[in-house]
């Protein structure tokens, strides 16, 4: 049974042919339209989200399929203690292929060991998104023909931020990509991270706390939010959060052809005057967001023999 609780789990190959795949959908969505008729989709939302559960249910919905869940574990038999293993494994009985998002680091892998059915990973806590980072490769893609040999500044909450690691992962995959990490000392990526991903496989990138410095380099701007929900204390929060905030004026040495990206939702992180850029392309990142859910659909049901 094929899972994605990684983006590791898929190859190169694999998700230049996702991309392929999304880039037809959006081309001829009628070709697909029927492709999951009579198939279901569960979206099991132990954390908040509007972006991630809502185009997982869109995307099933354009494949001609139906989808159940919940929103929130207090609607779900969680709230008396149920174990993910036995949700998942209960849902295997009712559902094709499930998506979920729980805020323990793992869960969804333990999720896996006794499905009957695919499982997507949603989110899990402050450590992958592996759907996010699909969205963005399909987004980047679209907006650059290409993911290899790209200046790309992260900037923000990298510690904590699940999207911008999923993100060094992959992006580090293609040739000749530069990583410019730009956040607070205290926000830094992850140890791991750096070590596993940057060093070891001999990665370009540089470590700044200088947005406006870096600027003129980036062929992408990837912001994040602050990740309020996995800070121990508040006062820590409070004074971080505002650590960057991308303002019109902040772009006056940014390339012409510069794509602002972010996985959303946004706080403060992006002024919305910045939103009628041309180079702001966070809201055609969320519509990508639907198109690669419904190719990767396709593809575990394939592969799971769920349908042709
Ligand atoms: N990007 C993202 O995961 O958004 P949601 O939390 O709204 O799903």
Redesign the pocket.
């Known amino acids: 049974m094929k899972h994605l609780i990684d983006i590791m789990d898929l190859s190169i190959e694999e998700l230049d042919e996702m991309i392929d795949v999304a880039k037809d959908i959006i081309a001829d969505p009628e070709k697909y339209a029927h492709k999951c008729a009579g198939k279901k989709l569960a979206t099991l939302f132990f954390e ?6 809502l185009s997982f249910e869109a995307a099933m919905y354009e494949l001609g399929g139906n989808v159940l869940g919940f929103s929130e574990a207090q609607s779900s038999s969680a709230a008396k203690g149920e174990s993910v293993s036995d949700t998942i494994r209960t849902v295997g009985c009712y559902a094709d292929i499930i998506a979920m ?1 729980h805020p323990k680091e793992g869960a969804p892998i333990a999720g896996t060991r006794r499905s009957t059915v695919p499982v997507i990973n ?2 899990d806590g402050g450590h992958n ?1 592996p759907t ?1 980072t699909l969205t963005d490769l399909l987004t980047i893609s679209r907006e650059k023909g290409r993911l290899d040999h790209l200046t790309i500044g992260l900037c923000g909450d990298l510690k904590f931020g699940r ?1 911008v690691h999923s993100l060094i992962n992959a992006m580090s995959r293609y040739t000749g990509n530069r990583f410019v990490l730009i956040s607070p000392e205290e926000l830094k990526i992850p140890e791991y991270l750096r070590y596993e991903t940057l060093i070891k496989k001999e990665q370009d990138f540089v470590e700044t706390g200088d947005l406006e410095g870096a600027m003129p380099e980036l062929d992408i701007l990837y912001m994040t939010r602050v990740q309020r929900e996995r800070f121990f204390n508040e006062q820590d929060y409070l004074r971080l959060k505002d650590s960057y905030i991308l303002t019109p004026d902040k772009l006056e040495y940014a390339k012409e052809d510069l794509s602002i990206l972010h ?3 946004r706080v403060n992180e992006i002024s919305v005057a910045v939103d009628d850029d041309p180079r702001a392309r966070y809201f055609e990142q969320v519509r990508n ?1 639907k198109y690669i859910r419904m190719a990767l659909i396709l593809k575990l049901l394939k592969e799971a023999g769920t349908i042709n």
């Open positions: 908040p989200s509007t972006r991630t559960r998002r949603a989110g998104h996010q999207t996985p959303l939702p967001g």
